[in-house]
């Protein structure tokens, strides 16, 4: 299939302990204790989540030509999420009108990224693009390949599935890193970690398409624009993240190139 615009994302999170404690009447650390104690995991639901990185990066049909950046909340929570939706609307059309044909493309994004987004634009009184939530219009990669069945994306993680593929996988940090990092005030470090989410998410996507039929040589020049991306980009996430793909990249080109 054929989409006119694309764009990838990931989003990086805070847990609103404000929320926790105005609704539980209790601190976040003994509501990730009874959450525990409840679930088998501390990890918190959607609504309890607020936005400090969202990572993006933007192509076209030929998939040349990508372009990447990392929203960060230094401009402050409404103005990223205003900005990503933003985003959206030229990429899907806007909600209602028949204008439209992009895709989104995440990991994992329809259980977690678009809720979290979604009730953050709740908040702030944003309109949102109700065709994040339609498999026509977004392409979650673990859940492709689990055949659109939830139940079998047990296993299917992002840094497994990159690992599988030649890709560094979580070679920075892992989520449950990013509360500590943003209390140290290390958002730079965060955004980096975003980008890296972002474009591994990205060649996870172009690997998919090649299961659905796109050729060896588009799929080389899709990676090609890539690496060109990495090794001119002046952006600080971008240029960060890069130091991680570089060899992956290296050898993704070199084994095309002996084929």
């Avoid at 104690?37 to 040349?64: C, K, M, N, Q």
């Avoid at 909600?95 to 439209?100: A, I, L």
């Avoid at 219009?137 to 990159?162: C, E, I, M, W, Y």
């Amino acid at each position: 299939m054929v989409w006119p615009r694309i764009l990838v994302f990931d989003i990086e999170t805070y847990p609103d302990a404000g929320l926790v404690e105005a609704t539980h009447g209790t601190d976040l650390a003994h509501f990730r204790e009874d959450l525990k104690a409840r679930t088998g995991s501390d990890f918190l639901p959607p609504i309890y989540h607020s936005p400090i990185a969202i990572g993006v990066l933007r192509t076209e049909t030929s998939f040349r030509e990508p372009r990447a950046e990392v929203l960060t909340i230094d401009r402050g929570e409404r103005s990223i999420v205003e900005a990503f939706w933003r985003q959206c609307d030229d990429v899907l059309g806007v909600t209602g009108s028949p204008e439209g044909g992009g895709l989104l493309v995440s990991f994992n994004g329809t259980e977690f990224d678009v809720p979290v987004l979604e009730l953050r634009a709740l908040k702030h009184g944003l309109r949102a693009n109700l065709r994040a939530r339609h498999p026509t219009s977004h392409f979650d990669v673990p859940l492709f390949l689990a055949n659109s069945q939830p139940s079998r994306k047990r296993g299917l993680h992002l840094a497994t599935l990159s690992k599988l593929v030649g890709l560094p996988g979580k070679a920075m940090l892992d989520g449950g890193q990013v509360q500590a990092r943003f209390e140290m005030g290390l958002l730079d470090e965060i955004g980096k970690y975003c980008m890296l989410d972002v474009l591994q998410t990205y060649l996870l996507f172009l690997r998919c398409q090649m299961l659905s039929g796109m050729t060896l040589s588009d799929y080389d020049a899709a990676v090609r624009s890539l690496a060109d991306l990495l090794s001119t980009s002046e952006d600080p996430a971008v240029v960060g993240a890069s130091v991680y793909l570089e060899n992956a990249l290296r050898a993704a080109l070199s084994v095309e190139s002996a084929r």
